[in-house]
């Protein structure tokens, strides 16, 4: 793992469950060359851990600001932290 790697966890309050959030954001994550998961949460938010280059975390974190086209992001609370490197991927988890 780089010097440069970073973790970003995001938190998307709003209309996202069930408006292909976490499917748009696999295919971004995947696309930048990230790792982590995303995943729905009971209280109608939408968590993802995310590891990468920050330049690439931004791009993400732009993303989740954003949401997919059915999506109403309303807030986003981030976080950095040190990476782990225990993601060999980026999944949906459910």
Not at 21 to 32: D, G, L, Q
Not at 53 to 64: D, M, R, T, V
Not at 79 to 87: I, L, Q, R, S, W
Request: hydrophobic content about 30%; proline content about 3%.
């Amino acid at each position: 793992m780089s010097d440069d790697q970073k973790h970003l966890s995001i938190d998307v309050y709003g209309r996202v469950q069930g408006v292909f959030f976490r499917a748009s954001t696999r295919k971004r994550a995947r696309k930048w060359g990230l790792t982590g998961y995303v995943r729905n949460m009971p209280d109608g938010t939408v968590h993802i851990e995310a590891e990468g280059s920050k330049e690439q975390l931004e791009k993400l974190l732009a993303f989740a600001q954003e949401g997919s086209r059915l999506a109403r992001v309303d807030k986003v609370k981030k976080k950095y932290n040190e990476p782990t490197g225990e993601f060999p991927d980026f999944r949906v988890k459910y």
